[in-house]
T-cell receptor, first 111, second 113 residues
Framework: GENVEQHPSTLSVQEGDSAVIKCTYS??????FPWYKQELGKRPQLIID?????GEKKDQRIAVTLNKTAKHFSLHITETQPEDSAVYFC??????????FGKGTSLLVTP | DVKVTQSSRYLVKRTGEKVFLECVQD?????MFWYRQDPGLGLRLIYF???????EKGDIPEGYSVSREKKERFSLILESASTNQTSMYLC????????????FGPGTRLTVT
């Protein structure tokens, strides 16, 4: 089955800096790659996703890039703010059905 | 606004008890999922269902079963709870359509003593 590796497991940045989280996947049939943000004590929420027919997608300060050949995708957060502090999960799936999640990255943005 | 609710936020059960976790969604979604979340392990899929009375095993189905008698409700059953099933359980749903977004419930923190 699909195996998703996520790095780093923890990341600390200063407010205003950029943060990058990387994921690799194993199943070449995977074609959907979402990123979820989970704040402390809350449910995971989708922040951005990308499909395999697109190499990059942006939404304000957040961007995701996908390299299908290398089977890796990354989340980029620019101009980080304290409210970006959370656990971020990447995932991969074939046509969006059963998501296979990475183990998460705990991001801390210090003022 | 999509709403996914779970029957309990916190639950404490004894070893060997039968445990029911309920999940209800109000958006007429065809697909529903049960995950467990443990520190350092991320979210792991237990079971999912793409239609009423249909179910598929996820990555860690051992010790669990599910029931989907109505479209809006998906139940996770622990036939005989064990301490290693102490965890956070998250339910999610999504439609069958262009959007693949999964909407999560608030989670049930289950402690088995």
């Amino acid at each position: 089955g699909e195996n998703v590796e996520q790095h780093p497991s923890t990341l600390s940045v200063q407010e205003g800096d950029s943060a990058v989280i990387k994921c690799t996947y194993s199943d070449s049939a995977s074609n959907y790659f979402p990123w979820y943000k989970q704040e402390l004590g809350k449910r995971p929420q989708l922040i951005i996703d990308i499909r395999s027919n697109v190499g990059e997608k942006k939404d304000q300060r957040i961007a995701v890039t996908l390299n299908k050949t290398a089977k890796h995708f990354s989340l980029h957060i620019t101009e980080t703010q304290p409210e970006d502090s959370a656990v971020y999960f990447c995932a991969a799936a074939n046509s969006g059905y059963a998501l296979n999640f990475g183990k998460g990255t705990s991001l801390l943005v210090t003022p | 606004d999509v709403k996914v609710t779970q029957s309990s936020r916190y639950l404490v059960k004894r070893t060997g008890e039968k445990v029911f976790l309920e999940c209800v969604q109000d958006m007429d979604h065809e697909n529903m999922f049960w995950y467990r979340q443990d520190p350092g392990l991320g979210l792991r899929l237990i079971y999912f269902s793409y239609d009423v009375k249909m179910k598929e095993k996820g990555d860690i189905p051992e010790g669990y079963s599910v029931s989907r008698e109505k479209k809006e409700r998906f139940s996770l059953i622990l036939e005989s709870a064990s301490t290693n099933q102490t965890s956070m359980y998250l339910c999610a749903s999504r439609s069958t359509g262009i959007s693949y977004e999964q909407y999560f419930g608030p989670g049930t923190r289950l402690t088995v003593t």
